[in-house]
């Protein structure tokens, strides 16, 4: 049976509508008492563990091997070789082809008529047109080789060195974990452009960046089951894995 409020002055019971429950406090119709009843309020009932639960693993079966990239393991190694030429962006491959065309006839012809400010002029241009003339040129040719021993994990870009790509050699037994995340690589028209990236969290916490340019999340989730299965790493999830 539920326990009726009084009056602390005169012990009237005190009616419903002059109780508020959510300032806990009440009138007296009797006496015209304003009290506080917080000391004669049930206990709030403990709150259910709302903690979130670790994150699972997602069980992504065996990937298959995408196209364009090998991968060979043996007792001793493994390696992995990436070809970059099916993975190179149209739009990229259109705009420097564009910007050359208009920049280039215009410095050849400051050249032959000696208008050396023209090509002063130009100068910024002419360094943004053989910019992205490099970086198209490394995507059609470039390999990117990956060997994981049981030691050392080693990654190369050749045979032309990439800007912000350089290479890498990490202690294989600091590898904790490996996964893959999604980033805005450029816009176009204001739509993104996703590419994925692959990432190592060492035992220390510090996590590195070991390759990305990927199209597809299947390419890179493809190589990060290779490795963690060579170096026989637990697949964990991971807060921004996809």
Not at 44 to 66: L, Y
Not at 119 to 148: D, E, M, P, R
């Amino acid at each position: 049976m539920q326990e009726k409020l009084s009056c602390p002055e005169c012990r009237s019971v005190i009616a419903p509508d002059q109780i508020n429950i959510t300032m806990l406090l009440a009138k007296c119709s009797n006496c015209g008492l304003v009290f506080s009843f917080e000391d004669r309020a049930p206990a709030p009932a403990p709150k259910p563990d709302t903690a979130p639960a670790p994150p699972q693993a997602k069980d992504r079966g065996d990937i298959p091997m995408p196209p364009g990239i090998q991968a060979q393991a043996l007792l001793s190694e493994l390696n992995i070789q990436i070809s970059w030429r099916n993975r190179v962006d149209g739009f990229l491959t259109l705009f420097t082809v564009v910007w050359n065309i208009f920049v280039i006839p215009f410095a050849v012809f400051a050249v032959m008529s000696g208008e050396l400010q023209v090509l002063l002029f130009l100068s910024l241009h002419l360094l943004v047109g053989a910019g992205f003339l490099y970086v198209l040129i490394s995507n059609l040719i470039n390999k990117t080789l990956i060997q994981v021993t049981r030691r050392k994990l080693f990654i190369e870009h050749t045979p032309l060195p990439v800007p912000f790509r350089g290479n890498q050699e990490i202690d294989a037994q600091d590898i904790r974990q490996l996964h893959v995340e999604e980033y805005v690589a450029s816009t176009t028209n204001g739509a993104p452009n996703m590419r994925y990236a692959l990432h190592a969290r060492l035992h220390s916490g510090k996590r590195l960046e070991l390759m990305k340019g990927f199209k597809n999340p299947e390419e890179g989730l493809y190589v990060e089951q290779q490795i963690e299965q060579f170096l026989d790493i637990e697949n964990q999830a991971e807060a921004k894995e996809i």
